[in-house]
């Protein structure tokens, strides 16, 4: 009944408010943990399949007309920010008690693919947003930080996620911000470079040193407002791809933090750090699908009307196998990201499983975004077709949340520990 309920809404298209509002009216409870953890990977849960339809409509109808606007603009439309919010897409997992969508893992992974389909600039906002920001609040928040950032964070507020700094980026834990203490306050100076959504965030996770002596053991997680005096958003990065999502460096002169605004314990924000971006990742890798994925979905049906030497272009066996060989490297692609997401959900180990994943994804992307474009010729080079967009916007792919290296690095060390027995 319930899924007919919510099925008949999507059909008539009364999402306009969205998830959020047909859990309220139709009484829907998600919940998490529901992915059928022993079927095949690729058959999603009756509320998974929802949570992708849905997504899917909103991108295909909301997103679609912003793309060439906000990619010109570097700047993400307003009031596309506040739609996601009021459609549940930026606290997919926060309860609903905190104003969230109550919902899964597997359901955030799903709705990055689905909106990297159609603007992966979007997916950046949104990926960052469940899987590092909401994340470490709802797993690391005490009780007085969930409910005072919980529901801002599902209903109005972005946040970011502010590691690295213009020295420091692979070697994150070489940071150089301080935080010196004074009473029961601390003192924040440094300068954080890269950061994403920091030209919309309100709440920053900020790393950085109580005691430089204690190496990466001093580095701690503070929560910081945008109005905090001291601190200041600064340059917007002129980036290949990835253009409307802002990216920028801050400043940090003497933010004062009171110590009720530590995440975690003091001298843990490496743990933070390490442990939700080995989670990011796999956000990362359904990024990378939904590009992949997307760039193919423009691309082969105009292989399918293209005709040279009085055939359609996808009826020469080079381009066939070239388009099955690409079509099949999404799909592995999509089941490493998928099953890691739902080793996630299960609590089992996913370390390793996500460094494939991220990387993988990301080698994908590049590849099939390239052929995309030899296939379309000429046409395949304007700005007129979406595929030039597609190849710049993956290019990040293999160096934001760890680089192709540290992630091959990373499964190195697993595989040497596996056989070294
Ligand atoms: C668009 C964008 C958004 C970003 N968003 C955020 C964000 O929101 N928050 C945040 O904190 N950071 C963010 N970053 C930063 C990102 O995580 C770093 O750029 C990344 O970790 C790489 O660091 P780096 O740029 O300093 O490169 P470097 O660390 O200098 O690496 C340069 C090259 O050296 C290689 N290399 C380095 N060390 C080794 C090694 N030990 N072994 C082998 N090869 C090595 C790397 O693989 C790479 O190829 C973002 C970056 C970009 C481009």
Known sequence: MRSIILRSQLKAGLFINGLNNLVKCSNYKLRRNQSSTHGPLSILSEDEQFFKETVSKFSQEQITPLIKKMDHEHK?????????????????????????????????????????????SVSVLVDLQNTLGNNVMIKMGNKEQKEKYLPRLAQNTVSSFCLSEPSSGS?????????????????????????????????????????????????????????????????????????????????????KVHKDNIIGKIGEGYKIAINFLNEGRIGIGAQMVGIAQGCLDHTIPYTLERKQFGSSIFDFQSMQHQIARAVTEVETARLMVYNTARLVEADLPFIKEAAMAKYYASEVAGKVTSVCIDWMGGVGFTTDYPQEKFYRDCKVGPIYEGTTNMQLTTIAKFIKKEYEK
Request: aromatic share 10%; charged share 25%; glycine share 10%.
């Open 76 to 120: 993400i439309d307003d009031e596309l920010v506040k739609k996601l919010f009021e459609n549940g897409f930026m606290g997919i997992e926060i309860d609903q008690e905190y104003g969230g969508s109550g919902s899964s893992f597997m359901s955030s992974t799903l709705t990055v693919e689905e909106i990297a389909k159609v603007d992966p």
């Open 171 to 255: 070697d994150a834990f070489a940071l150089k911000t301080t935080a010196k203490k004074d009473g029961d306050h601390y003192y924040i100076n440094g300068t954080k470079m890269w950061i994403s959504n920091s030209d919309i965030a309100g709440i920053f996770y900020v790393f950085a040193n109580v005691d430089i002596s204690k190496g990466h053991k001093g580095v701690t997680c503070f929560i910081v407002e945008r109005d905090q005096e001291g601190f200041s958003v600064a340059k917007k990065e002129d980036k290949l791809g990835m253009k409307a999502s802002g990216t920028c460096v801050l400043h940090f002169d003497n933010v």
